[in-house]
């Protein structure tokens, strides 16, 4: 997935650490190989490739790109997974050297076989469902995890904690400053749950003498942002997955339809506009620990 | 008569002239032989291997030790930290990556390292790199200072430090998810 995974061990001999972060791994490892759109030899490349022609799938695939269709129907196309064609014309991952065909596939494109566990892409249509996979992996990889007072899976810069950090305590998570690598502007304390930041500062790169960004609505076709826009966001959620796509939408979708969105989901959130102003609810609140107070010694 | 007294003065001017020359080279004989190098011991060097230690005159664990670098997509990391007695009473970090100038990150990490002796985040969500290469590089700073000083270190009492207290700067205001629109 090209990120680092860290996991933290609380309760445990080494023995038993090291072996359940080989369980995790190979968690990591399996979707890297099916769902990677960097690699040739994945099952997601071997789709993308496969020139508008029926393609048998794992379940697996299938069901991802299942959640896709539904995640971008409900947000009317500005989530779609087709987003991996925009992404590739950029140079960001396979195929090399791509070019967009015209009009643009969407995913009202993409064909479902229920019976034959089969796909059918528009020709020239590139998916990418990293943003429900990476997530998805880290709730797999929590679910080899078994018996262990209290752990923590941290895959770039998502976040599943189970169980306490030390002595019964909670974990400290902190929110990175989307300006500066260095810095956070906020730390909650949890446990039993999921964190996902997403950010248009992390994935990014200059096209053409034009800047991009990974999260792209599909809607404009385009991964502009105006004045107001939120620039990074974080979700707490029960697992990564969700956590980790609402984050994503959020972004995409903006702060005039992200927050009543994420307000029905009942889900707390911290979204920084690229203005500086920070945007959270009563109940993220609720678990952030105040910097003055920690930094007191 | 008179001329007796003067060759008895004479005498002793000359025996006395002499008996300065003498002690004048004897003396300078007895400084040459307690000249360092022959036989005064010299203060112990410092080891030029481990040359970040910084010995200042006292004993035990003390010095300052730097970390190894790590990179970052943004840039190298590096941590240091200065110890003395055994205890961390400083973390910097000397390397840090390119980035827009920031008053109040460095800072909060380096507090955040000296209250418990490490990095008292388990993780940061977002783009974790920093985070991590930080941690990395203070972890082997910390070991390091245990091997050269051949004592245990630890940070958990340190004292104060003067580092100001950073804050959320005022770029970022926090507002209540509901009066959001109403701030622009």
């Known amino acids: 997935m090209g990120i680092p995974v860290h996991i933290t061990f609380v309760g445990i001999s080494k023995e038993e650490a090291d072996k359940y972060t080989e369980r995790a791994e190979k968690v990591f490892r399996a979707y890297d190989e099916k769902f990677s759109r960097f690699k040739e030899t994945s099952e997601l490349h071997r789709l993308n490739t496969n020139k508008g022609n029926w393609c048998k799938v794992s379940i697996d695939l299938f069901q991802v790109l299942k959640k896709c269709v539904t995640l971008a129907r409900e947000t009317d196309g500005v989530f779609d997974p087709s987003v991996g064609g925009i992404l590739a014309s950029y140079g960001y991952g396979l195929p090399k050297d791509f070019s967009l065909p015209s009009p643009l596939p969407t995913y009202r494109t993409i064909e479902f076989d229920d019976r034959e566990l089969s796909i059918r892409l528009a020709e020239g249509q590139i998916l990418e469902p990293a943003s429900i996979v990476k997530g998805l992996a880290i709730d797999k990889a929590g679910e080899e995890i078994v018996g262990v007072p209290g752990f923590m899976i941290n895959a770039g810069g998502d976040i599943l904690t189970r169980g306490p950090f030390k002595n019964g305590t909670l974990w400290n998570i902190a929110i990175q400053d989307p300006r500066d690598p260095r810095a956070i502007v906020s730390i909650i304390s949890a446990r039993d749950t999921s964190v996902a930041t997403s950010g248009i500062y992390q994935t990014h790169g200059e096209k053409d003498g034009k800047k991009w960004h990974h999260l792209i609505d599909m809607k404009k076709g385009e991964a502009s942002y105006e004045s107001g826009d939120i620039v990074s966001a974080t979700v707490i959620a029960p697992t990564c997955e969700q956590a980790d796509t609402e984050a994503s939408l959020a972004i995409l979708l903006g702060i005039d339809q992200a927050i009543p969105r994420l307000k029905r989901l009942n889900l707390p959130y911290f979204l920084i506009l690229d203005d500086g102003r920070i945007v959270k609810d009563a109940k993220f609140t609720t678990l952030e620990l105040p910097l003055n107070k920690v930094e007191i010694m | ?184």
């Open chain 2, 1 to 184: 008569m008179r001329t007796f007294l003067k060759n008895l003065q004479n005498y002793f001017i000359v025996f006395f002239a002499l008996m300065s020359v003498t002690i004048i080279v004897l003396g300078i004989n007895r400084i040459k032989k307690n000249s360092p190098g022959d036989t005064a011991p010299l203060p112990p060097s410092p080891n030029p291997s481990s040359n970040k230690v910084v010995p200042s005159g006292t004993s035990g664990s003390k010095g300052s030790f730097t970390g190894n670098t790590y990179q970052t997509p943004y840039g190298n990391v590096v941590a240091a930290i200065e110890v003395k007695g055994g205890k961390i009473i400083a973390v910097t970090m000397p390397k840090v990556p390119n980035s827009p100038p920031s008053i109040y990150a460095q800072p909060y990490l380096v507090n955040q390292a000296l209250k418990a002796g490490n990095a008292n985040i388990q993780g940061v969500s977002g783009a974790t790199y920093t985070s991590i290469a930080f941690k990395s590089s203070l972890e082997s700073a910390i070991v390091k200072a245990g091997e050269q000083t051949g004592t245990s270190i630890s940070g958990n009492t340190v004292p104060k430090t003067s580092t100001p207290a950073p804050s959320i700067p005022r770029s970022y205001r926090g507002d209540d998810d509901d009066d959001w629109r109403d701030k622009d």
